[in-house]
């Protein structure tokens, strides 16, 4: 794992000045590759990249970067891992070319001057960011994997391209001058996460996933689909699997098998988190199937009730007789991270299972350098109990007509949310409605003609976001009508919606934040693109029955563990922030969540400072919406950028 940055100008420039801005691009994110770095240039051309290294295949000089390819017309800065490296460079050597190490970066590297960039890419299993520059055309490629697990940058400002693995490297650059996007942060008040493509920044986007992006003099920057869901949904519906429960188990073994094997191959010590939930189990299940020795697990756990699940994991890890190490987490090391989230995310992030996934991280790369993951599992398996709730409400809400729904919507809208609460408030307080005003609001928002609306306002931080900011959201594909011609029955819909948006946006950009701050590379082989493929073949009765999720998971993982230890409710990988909030952080909250440092910001304090009385009397629990605004507010004072 690494990380990468760089520029192009298009214009000749000095050599030496183009390394030493691209070198410090590189340093801002040193911890992403800790072990080595490297700059290139093309003085020429006005174009620079640089790199850090996080040494995990191929430690000697051979496998260091940026490469230039041995024709010398391609150069390499790369971040992730091909897992078909080793047939890929059988191809190429049955084509007759040799290699100098045994890294998968030469692999591709060679693999683009022999295909070209757009034929290469296709034919990785992996993850990975990366940048080509083609010395010949002066073209510059950037790639992003098919699912977005790694991540990538890239803005345009007066003739300048900037890229690179973290937003840190770009602001590192002279001649970008950081303002935030409006509009950006009226979708993040919404998810809690700012979606793809854009970024806390005006002109700086997220390459997305399964895109290249290419440039060269006179040209306006395009990007160009080498993956995309809609035609893997689109080819499943045509090609289902059609197979017996028995057949499917053993279908889902070899490919998930395959994933995980693939994705065991390192030059450094390697282990798994282990959180004793279904996919976790599942992919340690089937490291521990191939390895001739135990393999390392690691999990953490809270003393709090409710949120402790390392008891689940160590039973899992016993049964499976890994070497496993766990860590209890006191409630002043967990709040002893927050300080460092506006530093760690690098753009405001809300996911509140942040702080147990870099405490589980900081203490796994204490003992290797590899971890694998399940996530990715619920999107892939149906396993989120809201696409069951969405699902049983979705009959009942399409009931009534779509013109009684917008006659609905219009007549409730020019009531204010206090004005709900202050008629709560009349009401005696047995029969007294909590959240009179937000229910509305929320109902409210809801109506309309469009299903997914439903689903929105269950992903939604805060229903209303333009009530806060002042700002129009920009469009998401959560609403776009197209996913139920694409998609099919509406529970299909919601993990298609969350494969595009929230499984990359949220829970990778989580992973690999967390995870690279501390050095450690994370692989996800539940999200293998094959993995992916073939989970959308499987019908509807061979993911939920009976009422269970991830029912063909479940069966799989069965195999190797009692029954009894699978089933158990599903936990969130969370903290309790909402009794943190009313407790030891309380002070450090108000001073986010005062009027004046609200006003300061552009946010409307009005429905935040009621959010805040009620969750501080025990009303209702708002620590959601709550951590949403503490985190966006941190963020720009740490950054000291204000919309």
């Known amino acids: 794992m690494c990380g990468i940055a760089g520029f192009v100008t298009f214009k000749p420039a000095s050599a030496d000045a183009l390394a030493g801005w691209a070198k410090r691009m590189a340093d801002a994110i040193t911890y992403r590759g800790p072990d080595a770095s490297g700059v290139w240039t093309d003085a020429g051309a006005g174009f620079a990249t640089s790199h850090r290294r996080l040494s995990i295949v191929d430690l000697s000089e051979a496998g260091a970067q940026p490469m230039q390819s041995a024709c010398n017309r391609y150069v390499i800065s790369y971040n992730g891992e091909v897992y078909n490296a080793p047939e890929v460079r059988a191809e190429l050597e049955a084509l007759g070319y040799r290699f100098r190490g045994h890294s998968d970066t030469e692999v591709i590297l060679e693999s683009c001057a022999e295909w070209g960039v757009e034929k290469a890419i296709p034919r990785f299993i992996g993850m990975f960011a990366l940048c080509v520059w083609d010395t010949q055309d002066r073209r510059l490629w950037l790639v992003r994997d098919r699912l977005g697990i790694k991540p990538l940058y890239w803005g345009r400002f007066d003739g300048l391209l900037v890229f690179g693995s973290e937003l840190k490297a770009l602001r590192a650059h002279q001649g970008w001058t950081a303002e935030t996007d409006p509009q950006a942060i009226s979708s993040y008040l919404r998810f809690g996460y700012i979606p793809s493509p854009l970024s806390i920044y005006r002109g700086i986007h997220k390459l997305a996933p399964g895109t290249m992006l290419t440039v060269a003099p006179e040209e306006e920057p395009r990007t160009i689909a080498f993956w995309q869901l809609n035609e893997v949904v689109k080819a499943a519906r045509a090609n289902p699997f059609r197979g017996d429960d028995q057949e499917a188990e053993n279908a889902l073994h070899a490919i998930l098998g395959d994933a995980v094997r693939r994705r065991m191959v390192a030059d450094v010590p390697l282990g798994a988190f282990l959180s004793g939930g279904i996919d976790s189990s599942t992919i340690v299940a089937l490291m521990q199937e191939a390895s001739a020795r135990p393999i390392r697990t690691f999990s953490i756990g809270f003393h709090e009730q409710g949120y402790d699940e390392a008891q689940h994991a160590a039973a899992i890890a016993n049964h499976l007789h890994t070497e496993h190490t766990e860590l209890y987490v006191t409630p002043s090391e967990a709040r002893d991270v927050i300080p460092r989230l506006p530093e760690i995310y690098d753009e405001p992030f809300a996911d509140s299972s942040q702080i147990p996934t870099f405490l589980v991280s900081q203490m796994t790369r204490r003992h290797v350098t590899v971890a694998l993951s399940g996530d990715g599992g619920d999107e892939l398996f149906c396993g989120y109990g809201r696409y069951f709730h969405a699902a049983a409400l979705q009959p009942q809400f399409n009931r009534v007509p779509p013109a009684l729904r917008r006659l609905a919507a219009r007549a409730l809208e020019p009531i204010p949310t206090r004005a709900w609460d202050i008629v709560a408030g009349a009401i005696p307080p047995r029969w007294r409605p909590e959240g009179l005003g937000h229910k509305v609001s929320r109902l409210r928002d809801m109506l309309g003609d469009d299903n997914n609306r439903l689903y929105l306002q269950m992903l939604s931080h805060w229903h209303s976001p333009q009530d806060l900011s002042g ?93 009894s230890l699978i089933d158990r409710p599903k936990m969130g990988f969370g903290v309790p922030i909402d009794h943190w909030l009313r407790g030891p952080l309380r002070d450090w909250a108000e001073t986010w969540l005062s009027e004046e440092a609200l006003r300061r910001s552009g946010l409307n304090p009005t429905l935040i400072r009621a959010r805040w009385a009620s969750h501080l009397e025990g009303r209702e629990n708002w620590q959601y919406p709550l951590w949403t605004i503490i985190t966006l507010q941190a963020w720009l004072d740490r950054h000291k950028a204000m919309p």
Request: charged share 25%.
């Open 471 to 563: 700002q129009a959201e920009p469009p998401t594909i959560v609403t776009d009508p197209s996913i139920q011609r694409i998609a099919g029955d509406y529970m299909a819909q919601l993990q298609y919606i969350d494969t595009l948006t929230y499984l990359p946006d949220d829970i990778l950009t989580k992973v690999d934040r967390a995870s690279m701050a501390v050095s450690l590379e994370v692989r996800v082989p539940m999200i293998d693109h094959r993995v992916v493929a073939f989970a959308w073949q499987l019908p509807r009765f061979m993911q939920v029955r009976d009422g269970q999720s991830k029912w063909l998971l479940r069966r799989l993982l069965a195999r190797f563990v009692p029954q």
